[in-house]
């Protein structure tokens, strides 16, 4: 009687699921070439790969941006990963990937039009407010620590460990640092933003250290790749994950005897309906189902006929991660290890009548005619588009059920589209989408979770990347390939990203 062979399923087709599954696939073709024994991966998506955050962010990459917090080593790791992939399936051409100069500009005091005039009393209510999207921050000092780099490292460079109470940032989207590197330039450096408005002109980035990718043809060209390996795509939404064999304790109730309630009180019980009955005939044939099989978890979807046996799970759904506490299997899963929720962020897409050069620019807007600053982050792509993002609110929350419900706010909206005119007339464009936003997964403590859950036989999350999702969800899925194949990461050091650090 032959073997069974092992089953993975992978919850989520952001960049980071699509990720793992490519380097799970990668692994295991190389070390099983009979198709017969190879362990099986299934990618379960309930919409489409890259629907949100991973298919509407800017893409922009950053190789020294993190130095001196927790993610200094997944950071520097992952930048020099999205080069090898680049190199080894011409992600230039695929998905837009290129070396990018990136500056960081200060604009004083935008001329306002008579007829915005009386804007400028308006004050912001609570559920106006907003926040900006980037942060200027200094690196912070930090102990070093030896990692081992295997097949996907370029070199062994020491990591930034630091204390655990040092890591807070949330709401930020990308942080602008002050390092060494940095150097003010001319306005003239960047000439299509307007020299007249820009007071100070900085560049944080060079092609050697920044680069940029499409998010969305990244996630899909890996996804076509890890297909032709012979990865499995279902789509489907999860409705519990059961775990073969686990039943839940009985509570049991002791009746005082010299209790002074009637009897017929304790013994009423209340005539079923027909859909209570409908729902336990469901249970007793899905109970049978997963007692059937010998494999320790059931993925139980919305479409019958379809649950999944397998031996190992990967929760990598982004924003909405925290759906996997309502699973039996993950009943070990607090709250407060993956306080993960959605921050919401809107952007546009345009297609300016002028070529705009490789050059990212992170604008920060004082004293606009909204009262307050502002800051907007611009990624002209190879194909002549310009992506263009900020207007964050103020609080992360729970996305909708559905990632094709549409979140954005009117008003954040048409405040981008006029703080994009007002910063470059060569961006006065026709735009090719407006009216987007996505939820980006932030963790409480501004760092991801990439952790097997300690308890579980093999149960796994990685999310919570935050606005760093595209860069580090290569890194990501490489130590979760490690962790699923070999039983530990030894390309990465993920104790700043286990599940248990905090609670």
């Given at each position: 009687?032959?073997?069974?062979?092992?089953?993975?399923?992978?919850?989520?087709?952001?960049?980071?699921?699509?990720?793992?599954?490519?380097?799970?696939?990668?692994?295991?073709?190389?070390?099983?070439?009979?198709?017969?024994?190879?362990?099986?991966?299934?990618?379960?998506?309930?919409?489409?790969?890259?629907?949100?955050?991973?298919?509407?962010?800017?893409?922009?990459?950053a190789r020294h941006w993190s130095d001196g917090t927790d993610t200094e080593q997944l950071a520097r790791f992952s930048y020099d990963l999205h080069a090898k992939l680049a190199e080894e399936h011409d992600g230039a051409s695929r998905w837009g990937y290129r070396p990018v100069d990136t500056f960081?500009?200060?604009?004083?005091?935008?001329?306002?039009?008579?007829?915005?005039?009386?804007?400028?009393?308006?004050?912001?209510?609570?559920?106006?407010?907003?926040?900006?999207?980037?942060?200027?921050i200094a690196p912070q000092t930090h102990r070093t620590s030896s990692v081992t780099m295997q097949e996907y490292s370029s070199s062994a460079e020491t990591p930034g460990v630091q204390?655990?109470?040092?890591?807070?940032?949330?709401?930020?989207?990308?942080?602008?640092?002050?390092?060494?590197a940095v150097k003010v330039v001319p306005p003239e450096t960047v000439p299509w933003l307007r020299t007249d408005v820009v007071t100070n002109l900085r560049q944080v980035g060079i092609t050697a250290n920044t680069a940029q990718?499409?998010?969305?043809?990244?996630?899909?060209?890996?996804?076509?790749?890890?297909?032709?390996?012979?990865?499995?795509?279902?789509?489907?939404?999860?409705?519990?994950?059961?775990?073969t064999g686990y039943r839940p304790p009985l509570i049991e109730l002791s009746i005082d005897r010299h209790s002074t309630k009637p009897l017929d009180v304790l013994q009423i019980e209340t005539p079923k309906t027909t859909s209570q009955i409908m729902m336990e005939m469901d249970d007793l044939k899905c109970n049978t189902k997963i007692s059937q099989t010998k494999k320790p978890y059931v993925v139980l979807l919305d479409q019958e006929g379809l649950d999944l046996p397998a031996d190992k799970i990967v929760v990598a759904c982004g924003a909405w991660v925290t759906s996997c506490l309502r699973w039996e299997a993950f009943r070990d899963v607090s709250a407060s290890q993956i306080p993960i929720q959605g921050l919401r962020v809107h952007y546009l897409l345009a297609k300016p009548k002028t070529e705009i050069?490789?050059?990212?620019?992170?604008?920060?807007?004082?004293?606009?005619?909204?009262?307050?600053?502002?800051?907007?982050?611009i990624y002209p792509r190879p194909d002549g588009s310009v992506f263009v993002c900020g207007e964050a609110l103020d609080d992360p929350e729970m996305p909708p059920h559905n990632p094709f419900e549409p979140v954005y706010s009117k008003r954040a909206t048409s405040r981008l589209k006029q703080i994009v005119n007002d910063v470059s007339t060569a961006l006065s464009f026709d735009v090719i989408q407006y009216g987007l936003a996505c939820h980006?997964?932030?963790?409480?403590?501004?760092?991801?979770?990439?952790?097997?859950?300690?308890?579980?036989?093999?149960?796994?999350?990685?999310?919570?990347?935050?606005?760093?999702?595209?860069l580090n969800g290569p890194a990501t899925g490489l130590a979760i390939s490690e962790l699923l194949v070999d039983g530990k990461c030894m390309s990465l050091d993920l104790e700043n990203f286990r599940l248990d650090r905090w609670y």
């Open positions: 009687m032959s073997k069974q062979r092992e089953t993975i399923v992978i919850i989520g087709a952001g960049v980071v699921g699509v990720s793992i599954a490519y380097f799970t696939m990668k692994r295991l073709v190389s070390e099983h070439p009979d198709v017969e024994t190879r362990p099986r991966v299934i990618l379960l998506e309930q919409c489409e790969p890259g629907c949100s955050a991973s298919g509407k962010s800017g893409g922009f990459l960081s500009a200060e604009v004083d005091r935008i001329p306002v039009a008579p007829a915005k005039q009386r804007k400028k009393t308006h004050q912001r209510t609570d559920s106006e407010s907003m926040v900006t999207s980037i942060e200027v204390d655990e109470n040092m890591q807070t940032s949330t709401h930020a989207s990308i942080s602008v640092p002050e390092i060494q990718v499409d998010p969305l043809k990244l996630t899909r060209v890996l996804l076509a790749e890890a297909k032709g390996m012979g990865l499995e795509t279902v789509r489907a939404k999860v409705i519990d994950v059961a775990e050069p490789a050059q990212a620019v992170f604008a920060e807007i004082n004293g606009t005619v909204y009262n307050g600053e502002d800051a907007i982050e980006l997964p932030v963790h409480a403590k501004g760092i991801p979770v990439i952790s097997k859950v300690p308890t579980s036989k093999g149960l796994y999350i990685a999310a919570g990347h935050g606005c760093w999702g595209i």
